[in-house]
Structure formats: C-alpha cells, structure tokens
C-alpha cells in the first residue's frame, strides 16, 4: 500500500477536491483505494466524493475517523470494525477497481462535533503514553491489512497540527503540498518541507517524497524576488516539472477555475469531453507523475480528452477548410452533440463507449466519433456496424510518428452498410447528412440538386467550390488542380436556381467570397488569393448577377450595405464594359449627382434655412436609399395608354392628365388574368411587345429600371417561355438602356445616351435604330454569359417585338469593336447614327 | 537533601498523583512525572544494593511509565543496569519496559505488526518534544 497524504500549510487551496479527484481517477485505473478524511476540524471529502456519485447527499454513513478513534482510546478490548466507518463509493460500470472512504465522521451533524470533544479528551496524538500515535498507526496498519489498497490518500489537516504532523511524517510515503502563489504560503510551506525532509532521519523512516503544487494560479508565477526563490528552493527539496528544463524544474501548477471551484466538481475520470478544462489537465499532468504506476493511464485519459475536447470544439465552430478561401456549412449546435454514451448491441450482450454522438434534429444518431488506439480502429468499425443507425464514423488517435491527434473519417450509405474510409479530412457537419446518402462522397451534382431544393446553406460550400476549382489557375502549385469544366458545371448549376432567396443568398456569397479579405492579406498576396477574388468577382458574380432571377438581382441592388461596393457591380460591369465599351463608374456618377442636387437645393432655398446636414440628407436618400431597380405593380404606361384610348379617340396622349377611371379599368384588366391574356395575345399577335413601357421602363431622369412582373408572368405562358427567364431578358434589356446613360466613353463623355420612350404619352417613342443597338448588347451580353435558356427566351421574345427588336439578328456578325467605333463616331457628329448592318427603318 | 525528606516528599508526591489519577485529570502525568523525578534523587543517595534503593529505582522506572514517559523509563533502565543495580532488579526494570510495550501492542495488535512498540513510545516522545513536524528547537 502506498500512502500519499494532501498538505496544505493554508486552507482554501482544493486539496480535498485533489484528493477526491485522485482517489477516483486511480479507482478507474482499476487500483483499489482508500481515501481517508484527517482534517477532522473542517471535514469536507465525503462532500467532493459523495457529489461523484450522487448529486444529492452525500454518503450515507454514520462513522468515520474521528468516531473510530473515539471507540479506540475508550480501550475497547475487540477493535471497531472498520467498514462500519467506511463507505463503499461507486465508479462507472466495468471499473474493475474499488474507491473506499473513510471521511472524518458524519459532519456537520452535531454528533460528530460531539465525537470530537470526545476524542480530545480521550486521545491526544501528542501524549508521551504514544496511545494516540499508535492508535493512529494502528488504524493505517488495520486499512493495510484489512483492505489491502493500493493506494491510500490523506487529506490531511491545514496548518501546524498534531494530526497534520503525525499524517505527513508518520504515515505518507509521498507529501503532496499544495500551497497558492504568495509570500505567506511560499515561506511557511517551505518550512513544512524542510522539516518533512529532515525529519526521515529523526524518526528513521525511509525519505518521504514530497511534491510541491501550485495550486489556484491564475498565469505564470513571479520568477523573480523572494516568492520565486522560496519557489525553486521548494521544487529542489521536492519534485517538479521536468518537462521543458530537466535541469530546472518547475512547480506542478493548478491553475484557477472559477466554474470548478465553485461546484466542487470531481472530473478526473470524466470521458466527456465538456468536463475538460485546463484544471482537469493539470490534475492529469499531475497524477502521471504522482502515481508511476499509472502514468500511461493518465497519460492516456488526457490524450483522449484533448483529442475529443478539439475536435468538440472543431464540430461546433465555422471551420477554414485546406484552402483558406474555403467557408463551411453550417456547424453542429452545441444542444445535438451528445457526450459519453453507452450504447447497447440489440440483444443487450455488449456495449459501446462513444466519446461523442452527433445526432440529427429528431434525435438519431449520425456521426459516432470514439478515441481509439490505431491498432483498435477495424474492431471499432466493426461494433460501430451493429450499433445503431450512424452514417459516419470518426475514429481519433494518438499520432506515434508526428505527436498530434490524427482522426480518420469513415462513412456509409444506409444503416446496413459497411464503413469505408473516406478522403475526408474534416468531419461532416449536418446539412451533409440530409443531403447526401454517404456524407464521404460528396458531388457537386447533389449539392446542386439539394440547392435547388431550396437548401440555401449550400450557397457559400458551392462557391467556395467554384473557387477552389478556379484556384490553380492562379495559385499554381500552391493551390488545388484548375477544374474549368467543374466550375462551368457549378455555375450553370448556381444560375439554374428559380428560389429567390436561395439566389439572393448565392449573390451575397459570391461578392463576399469576390471582396478583398484583409486578414488573408499575407496568404492571397503571396499565392494568388487576390487574383483569385478578381477571378470570382468577374466569372462568377457578374455572370450570376444576370442569369439569376432578376428579382434576385434586384432584391441584393437594394440591399442597404451594398451600395457602391466593388463586387456588387461587377454585373453592370460585365456589361457595359465587356460589352458596350463604356466606363461605368456610380461612384463619380454619385458625386456629380450629390453636387447637382446640392445646386438645386440651393437654388430651392433662397433664404438658405436648410442647412448642411439636412442637403447631405435629402442627397443621401436620393443616391443610396432608394432603388435603382424595382418590381412595379402598377399598370404599365402602355396599358393605361390603351385604356385611355378605348374611352377617348381623340386623346391628347398625356398620361398626366390621366382620370381614376381609367386607372381603375387598368387596374381590373391586370388583377383579372383571363382579360389580362386576351389583351397580351393580341400584342403579340401584332408583334407588337415593346421593351419599353409594357414589360418595363427605364426613367433616365431617377436612373429606375422597372419590370413588370404580373405581365411578365401572364406573357411567359403565352410566348412558351419561363417567366424567370423572360424578366432576366427584359432586366438586361433595360439595364443596356441605362448603362447607355449612366457610363461613359472612352474620352469620359456620357455614353451614348439613346433617348428613351415617354413614360407619358405613346407618341414619343424610342429611336428605331437605338432599339437595334441595344438589342444587340443584349445579344452580345447573353452570347458572352453562355446560357443557352437566355438565348433561347431573347430569340422567342424578339420574335414578338416590334422590327427593330429583331434587327441584331442581321448586325450579330458585326464585331463589337466595330460597333463601338461607330458609336463613337456617331456620338461625336461625324456619321448618321446609322447603324452598320441594321438596315433602314421600316 | 537527605533520604527521609525526600521520602516524605516521595509519598506525598505519590499520594498527589494517585488522586488525580482516580480523577482522570491531565495532571496526573506531571505529578507520576515528579514522582519519577523523586525517586531518582532517592536512588542517588540510597545503593542499589540496599532494599530501600531497589525500591526507589523501581519506583523512578514505573512513576515514569504512569507519567507516560516511556523514554524516560527506558533511560533510567538503562542508567540504573549501569550503575550496578543487581541481576534480579534489571530483570525486574525490564519487565516493567515489557509489561509497558505489551500493553501496548496488545492495544494496537495492527500497528504492532507494522511497528516495534519501543519505536512508537520513542517517536511519541519525540513528537512530543519536537512537536508537531519536529518543527520545534
């Protein structure tokens, strides 16, 4: 039996909760132990072991130390018997050791403060006659022989006492000391120390170890000063640390932990990877040094729990993946992963311990993940088989080679199926699981297809996606393989989305995932990361900004955090100057507008009572609160116009002086989808489905491209056309209509500026031969995006418009360079705008 | 001091330490202690040879035994073997140290398995002079 006693020469230090946690970790180390109570003036250890097994009492026990020695010293001819004063504490199911407690008696019960006075009076360990000492050996030597422990651990009296004495120098064979990291405590646990270590001689016994600890540290001891070198000189009398400096040791040290120390909490033995704190580390750390024997144990314990711990915190946080542009899907919560569970084969006969269970919302099991020893994982694998229904398997490991943990990911199809590792190297986080039959083998096709299904936290994992299959065309042999055709695959997978959110959310991500990221500043520079951002911003943003749902492009225009900023306009960019070789820059068109509007406002107020502030306000709500593009309910112009004209012939054709009445009946032909058929088969029927004021509008003085989405979607069906694509065409249509306004030349003169329809009377109509241009950017704009769908909804929809619509059929040939010279040309005076290839206007 | 001073001191000290005994008062230690002490002097004076000298080391040796001073006991053992007290009466003064250590282990039956009685009574005193972690001069 080996006999460790716990000193602290000052109280409040957590010795007894040491003692508790020691007496339980060796108890699951299959050792048998006795944990006794000697600091009969202040007991507490039945308290820190009684709450190890039963949260509410604590062991349920009349005797104890104090009352034992009582009964002794009243000269009782037989001996008490002992397990009258020891109680039997439980340990986890299949511990082969046992943990015994003597605690000083049942405490704080009056009888035990009566057993007290008793033993006082009856014994006291200092008396000459040696009863009091021999009592005391009598009783270490009965737990020897009558127990048989391995270990016996005292937690011994505070301070300098009789008892205190006798435990630590006629009874230990190792002296834990504990003691807190001031002057005090140092100077008089030193003094404690140097008398132990001289006393083996006096009493001649074998020399007793002593193990100075730190205990309630909250960062690194002094090293300089009197503290610190009451500090070493304790560490050279005792043992330390040897880990870092053999030749300069340094203290055991426990550190503070407010949320233990305030509960008491006994966590040594703990599997659960929540109970590990640095505190049960260091008790760890300790106890591989305090019992050799058990080294390899402890050492083990604190392996799985760190292990578990990380990969814990890993499943639960928003990982980087390899590539450090990657994002991931959505976390595990904290409320779905369970810790320490027993699970039981279906005939009952075996059991399985999982360090960790991931389970889904409705409580099965998916992701099982178990701390193993590499030569222990095919039988892990087989048992994960029968138990239970999870899909993925992680099995952890102490890495021999390399230090670290290494943890292998293994998936399957059903429940029936075998587990087959994987190349993951991340565990699977849930969303995986509901979207792919085996979480190990992932494919963009079902990614897609889940995302279509409205699985929007796909968005960001299908963009970085894109990216990393992009990545080596920049980053060489830094990044992943170039994977141009999967990169196609994903963005005509992304652009095929019909949800508006699940598209909206695509667009957030890709001008995300295209901004500059300043902390990857170092990684991206070096290795091509900007370029990469450049790369997403261009072929994948601006393709998606026009083959998404056009509400989804307006919807994120009109997000209030994106005005200006760089990657949200790589669309218009795309567009006007890949396209119609203009310079698009909101910013300087922003400035110019802010500066006329402060002129007119000034102009408005002649007595100058608007101040500043109230200008940059009007000027602010004007430039970045209100949308440049929108979805208008309202009857279009050229309903009301037909309308107009049914009642009235002789109708000037100004919409300004326009009467309720006809609005109402405009009102009642939209809301009624039959009329609203009947009146759009008859447009069509005369080819007569302009752009401009029926389907949408483009207001050059707000800068307001407008669709009209219930005629878009009474028209889709007409024409054999998904409304989706129609309103992208009429949104490109449109947005060629006020890049033409809004850009400008390559001698920074507004662009070609085609003047457009009035919003208020039929008869002033756009220009024929603009219409043609236009048209034209809009064949180029789709040709150059590849979307056979959008081509397809361009071709069948001019074929309904008005001639000039159909003109870029004839002027597809002419190379855009060649257009945009005349347009410049034209612009500047020296040629009739008239068009090359476009033929006269009929 | 002469020997019948002292043995009026000798039977008054012994009476003093009998009554507190019966009274199971802490003092009776230090007064089977002065008893001891008295003895001692008496045993100076008188030979070992002589009766009334026999009857004062035996007297020293056990008063110390009642003061719970094993150490002490053992000492003037020891002294008075040295000192030429008979055969008869170091057989004597042995079995009263035996009697003492066998009451002792017959007490603590475990801790005699473990540990020579005499070591025990000897680290008891040592304790008892040193105190608690022999800290003291």
């Known amino acids: 039996m080996q006999t460790i006693a716990f000193y602290s020469y000052k109280g409040g230090v957590g010795r007894s909760l040491l003692v508790a946690n020691a007496a339980r970790f060796l108890g699951m180390l299959g050792k048998r132990v006795v944990a006794l109570d000697l600091d009969i003036e202040a007991p507490g250890l039945h308290y820190k072991l009684g709450r190890a097994t039963d949260s509410d009492s604590k062991p349920a026990i009349a005797g104890g130390a104090v009352p034992y020695l009582v009964a002794t010293a009243k000269g009782a001819k037989n001996p008490p018997p002992l397990q009258e004063h020891m109680a039997k504490l439980a340990l986890p199911e299949g511990t082969e050791g046992w943990l015994q407690l003597m605690p000083a008696g049942p405490a704080p019960r009056r009888e035990y403060w009566t057993a007290l006075k008793q033993l006082r009076e009856r014994l006291r360990f200092d008396e000459p006659s040696g009863k009091g000492l021999a009592a005391l050996l009598d009783l270490h030597a009965r737990i ?33 000391c504990l003691l807190v990291p001031n002057q005090e405590s140092v100077d008089g646990t030193l003094a404690i120390v140097e008398a132990l270590k001289a006393s083996s001689k006096q009493t001649g016994r074998d020399p007793v170890r002593v193990v100075p600890v730190m205990a309630r540290t909250t960062g690194d001891p002094a090293n300089e000063g009197r ?32 949320a233990l120390g305030t509960t008491d909490k006994v966590v040594v033995g703990e599997k659960k990877a929540s109970a590990f704190s640095p505190l049960h580390k260091a008790y760890l750390e300790l106890f591989q040094h305090l019992f050799p024997q058990a080294r ?18 890993e499943l639960t946080e928003r990982r980087r993946r390899r590539f450090r542009f990657r994002d991931a899907f959505d976390p595990w919560k904290e409320s779905a992963i369970e810790e320490g569970v027993v699970f039981k084969s279906d005939r009952g006969k075996t059991t399985s311990y999982a360090d960790l269970v991931c389970r889904s919302a409705k409580g ?48 399957r199809s059903g429940r029936w199926g075998k587990f087959e590792p994987t190349d993951r190297h991340e565990p699977p986080t849930p969303i995986e699981f509901e979207i792919f039959e085996n979480p190990g083998k992932r494919s963009i096709d079902e990614m897609l297809e889940a995302l279509h299904r409205g699985n929007a936290e796909l968005a960001p994992e299908l963009v970085a996606e894109w990216q990393e299959c992009m990545a080596g065309l920049i980053m060489h042999k830094f990044g992943p393989p170039w994977r141009p055709g999967e990169a196609r695959r994903i963005l005509d997978g992304l652009a095929a989305t019909e949800k508006v959110e699940v598209a909206v959310r695509i667009l957030r991500y890709a001008a995300r995932k295209a901004s500059h990221r300043p902390e990857f500043d170092d990684f991206d520079e070096r290795h091509g990361g900007g370029a990469l951002n450049t790369i997403t911003e261009e072929e994948l943003f601006a393709p998606l900004f026009w083959r998404l749902p056009a509400e989804a492009a307006i919807k994120y225009m009109s997000e209030p955090d ?54 940059l306000h009007v000027i602010e709500r004007r430039l970045f609160r209100e ?21 009235d012939r002789y109708w000037s054709g100004d919409l300004t002086d326009l009467d309720g009445k006809t609005l109402e009946k405009a009102k009642k032909l939209m809301a009624d ?31 307001q491209v407008e669709l009209y989405p219930a005629i878009l979607d009474a028209l889709g069906p007409l024409l054999g056309l998904q409304p989706r694509y129609l309103k992208n065409i009429v949104f490109i249509q449109l947005s060629v209509w006020a890049i033409a306004h809004q850009a400008r030349d390559c001698d920074g003169q507004p662009g070609f500026g085609f003047a457009v329809a009035s919003a208020a009377s039929p008869f002033q109509r756009e220009s024929p031969a603009h219409i043609a241009l236009s048209q034209y950017f809009v064949f180029r704009l789709i040709e150059r995006l590849g979307d056979i769908s959008l081509m397809g909804a361009f071709e069948k929809l001019s074929e309904k418009q008005p001639e000039p619509y159909r003109r870029w059929r004839s002027m597809r040939r002419i190379p855009v360079e060649q257009m945009r010279t005349a347009l410049l040309r034209a612009r500047l005076g020296e040629a009739a705008l008239g068009l090359p290839g476009a033929g006269s206007e009929s | 001091m002469d020997a019948n001073t002292l043995n009026a001191l000798v039977s008054s000290a012994i009476w003093r330490a009998e009554q507190l005994d019966d009274l199971e008062l802490d003092a009776a230690s230090s007064a089977w202690l002065e008893v001891s ?35 002490r006991a053992e000492d003037l053992a020891q002294r008075f073997a040295e000192d030429g007290a008979s055969r008869a009466l170091c057989k004597e003064l042995r079995d009263l140290l035996k009697a003492e250590v066998n009451g002792l282990s017959e007490r603590f039956p475990s801790a005699s398995r473990h540990h020579k009685s005499g070591d025990v009574l000897r680290l008891a005193k040592l304790l008892l002079e040193r105190g608690p972690f022999l800290l003291a001069a």
């Not at chain 1, 011994?156 to 120098?169: D, I, N, P």
């Not at chain 1, 890495?399 to 998936?411: D, F, N």
């Not at chain 1, 890949?578 to 006329?596: C, F, I, Q, T, W």
């Not at chain 1, 593009?629 to 049914?646: E, F, N, T, Y």
């Open chain 1, 144 to 176: 020897e022989d009558e127990l048989k422990p391995d270990y016996l651990l005292i937690d011994s009296r505070t301070g300098v006492t009789e008892l205190g004495g006798l435990a630590t120098t006629a009874l230990a064979d190792c002296v834990v």
């Open chain 1, 227 to 258: 503290m610190s070198e009451g500090i070493e000189r304790l560490v050279k009398l005792g043992e330390g640390r040897a880990e870092d400096d053999k030749k300069n040791p340094k203290p055991f040290v426990l550190p503070h932990d407010s």
């Open chain 2, 37 to 71: 002490k008295l003895e001692e002097e008496l045993a100076k004076i008188k030979p070992a040879e002589d009766a009334e000298g026999r009857i004062a080391r035996r007297g020293a040796v056990r008063a110390a035994l009642k003061a719970n001073d094993f150490a």
């Open chain 1, 364 to 411: 099965d099991p998916l992701m099982i993940v178990e701390y193993v020893s590499e030569s222990e994982e095919s039988e892990a694998l087989e048992r994960w088989k029968e138990h239970g229904d999870a899909r993925c398997v992680i099995l952890l490991h102490k890495r021999t080679q390399y230090g670290g943990y290494g943890q292998k990911v293994y998936c």
């Open chain 1, 673 to 703: 989808a039959s009329q609203l058929r009947t009146w759009l088969r008859g447009r069509i029927n005369k080819n007569s489905l302009v752009t401009g004021s029926l389907i949408g509008r483009y207001d050059p003085a707000s800068g």
């Open chain 1, 296 to 313: 390899k144990e402890a050492e083990e314990a604190l392996h799985r729990l760190t292990a578990v711990a990380q990969l814990k915190e």
């Open chain 1, 562 to 615: 994106h005005p200006f900023w760089t990657p949200c306009l790589a669309g218009r960019r795309l567009l006007s100057e890949e396209v119609m070789g203009l310079h698009y820059d909101p910013l300087r068109n922003a400035l110019k507008e802010s500066d006329s509007l402060a002129g007119q406002l000034l102009d408005e107020d002649g007595e100058g009572d608007h101040d500043e502030s109230q200008r």
């Open chain 1, 627 to 647: 949308s440049r593009s929108r979805l208008c309910d309202d009857p279009p112009p050229l309903l009301l116009w037909d309308q107009k004209l049914r009642d």
